[in-house]
């Protein structure tokens, strides 16, 4: 009777110990997403990960009528699941959604111009998605900021 108590406890722990190292392990890998945006020929900014306030930077009104394109690349992002860019004004509309299957997205400086509308700044998000429609259907979706662009 006294071993199979021990047994038991033997085995929470270890379900506690799995569980425990389990959630390390994916903080840690969510921890581990970064991007690159670039402008032009120039990198604006260089494997950052989510912060609202030091990944934005201004565009001239001039530069977005040139032969640009904003580039924006998902380092270590998990091709098992459905990506989508999204595209939002200030007052939280969507103005675009991209999905994302390749390791870079370009828009061209045309696209971004008809994007600001009248507007002075775009925020740009990320979503991911599981491909399968059964556990897309249990997942909670956080968008992750990746950029805000504001036109000068």
Request: include cysteine.
């Amino acid at each position: 009777m006294q071993r199979s108590i021990k047994q038991h406890h033997l085995y929470s722990m270890k379900k506690l110990i799995f569980t425990v190292l389990s959630l390390a392990f994916f903080t840690m890998v969510q921890s581990q997403e970064s991007w690159t945006i670039g402008y032009g020929k120039k990198t604006v900014l260089k494997k950052v990960t989510e912060d609202r306030v030091k990944n934005s930077f201004t565009l001239s009104k001039s530069s977005v009528s040139g032969n640009s394109k904003l580039t924006i690349q998902l380092h270590a992002v998990d091709t098992a699941n459905n990506i989508t860019l999204m595209a939002n004004l200030d007052n939280g509309n969507t103005v675009k959604e991209w999905e994302y299957s390749d390791k870079t997205l370009s828009i061209p400086a045309g696209e971004l111009k008809t994007l600001f509308g009248t507007e002075s700044k775009l925020h740009f998000y990320y979503r991911s998605l599981p491909k399968d429609p059964e556990k897309a259907a249990v997942v909670r979706i956080r968008p992750v900021h990746v950029c805000t662009v504001t036109l000068k």
